[in-house]
Structure formats: structure tokens, C-alpha cells
């Protein structure tokens, strides 16, 4: 069953569905933050430093898998952390609506999405590079250190940045 979700996650029908999600995603969260916060938020934000720490993370992953003789596609790679990214972004609007209008702390839905996706972006990249837990899990870490990094450093050095969120 997963071959199919495999093949699925490297086919362009794939990308035809997510692409537009994650867009539809994202227009929702700057509706979020300028209905709650009343800051008018930074398209350019929205639209570059999350692709910069998507692709990153692709390449990344795609490097080190290359390094540890695994088998790797650069687009299932893609695939994943796009998908991941796109769940990261329901959970933080999801969280941010709470935030708003039920409860001032709901850190603790934090506290489940952080496992959640951890263990689902090892898994992925396990079945996906036909590797180990170690090594799936040790390239997840790498690529959320560099690709978070990254994604700072071109917002600092481009200056993109979010006013609220």
C-alpha cells in the first residue's frame, strides 16, 4: 500500500493537489493574522522563507542520502517536507485561532504536533530512502537545523520578515 503512496508522492498529480493547498493554506493564514492580530502581513514572508526552508530541506536530505548510499529522489524528498510543512501550517493556525479566541496558552497542542512530526518526517523519509530509523532520523534532525537556519538567515539578509503571526 505505501509503494503507491511512494510512486504517488513523486508523481505530478501530487504536486498538482498540494501546490495549490499549501497556496490556499497560506492565504488563509494571512487572513488569520490580519483578522486576529489587525498587523497586515508580509506576502513576500509568506510566500519565500518557507519555500527557502522546504527546498533546503530537499536538498539537504537528498545530499546526505546520496552520502549514506541510499536511494533518494530529489522530488519524493520535496514531496515530504512540503507535505509536513503544509501539515506544520494547519497546526499553527489551528493553535493560533485557539490562542485568539478559546484559551491564551495552548502551547500543549505544540507539545503533540512536535512528536507527531517528527516521527512522521522520519517515517517518510525511511520508506521513501528505503533507510534505516537511525539515518532517517539523524538526515530529519540535519535538515531542520540547516534548513531553519537557512530560512533565518535569507530573512535577515533579504529582510522579509512577518509583522505578527
Known amino acids: 500500500m505505501f509503494d503507491n503512496f511512494e510512486k504517488f508522492l513523486k508523481s505530478k498529480l501530487y504536486f498538482v493537489i498540494i501546490g495549490p493547498a ?25 510566500f519565500t522563507v518557507p519555500i527557502v526552508s522546504i527546498i533546503v ?8 542520502f546520496k552520502f549514506f ?24 493556525n489551528l493553535a493560533k485561532i485557539i490562542y485568539y479566541t478559546v484559551w491564551q ?14 516521527v512522521l518526517t522520519s517515517y517518510l523519509l525511511k520508506k521513501v530512502s528505503k533507510s534505516n530509523w537511525i ?16 530560512a533565518m538567515y535569507f ?3 533579504t529582510g522579509i520578515e512577518t509583522p505578527g503571526s
Do not use: R
Not at 499549501?22 to 497586515?40: A, G, S
Not at 530541506?57 to 546526505?64: C, D, F, N, T, V
Not at 539515518?135 to 540535519?142: A, E
Open 22 to 46: 499549501y497556496v490556499i493554506i497560506l492565504l488563509f493564514t494571512m487572513w488569520k493574522d490580519l483578522h486576529f492580530t489587525h498587523n497586515t502581513p508580509n506576502i513576500l514572508f509568506y
Open 57 to 64: 530541506s530537499s536538498i539537504i536530505s537528498y545530499i546526505l
Open 69 to 92: 548510499k541510499k536511494e533518494s529522489s530529489f522530488s519524493g524528498l520535496l514531496g515530504i517536507f512540503l507535505l509536513i510543512e503544509l501539515l506544520g501550517q494547519i497546526w499553527e
Open 105 to 118: 496558552y495552548p502551547g500543549i497542542l505544540w507539545f503533540i504536533y512536535f512528536p507527531f512530526s517528527f
Open 135 to 150: 539515518i532517517s532520523t539523524v538526515v530529519m534532525i540535519l535538515c531542520m537545523v540547516i534548513s531553519t537556519t537557512a
Open 155 to 157: 530573512s535577515t539578509v
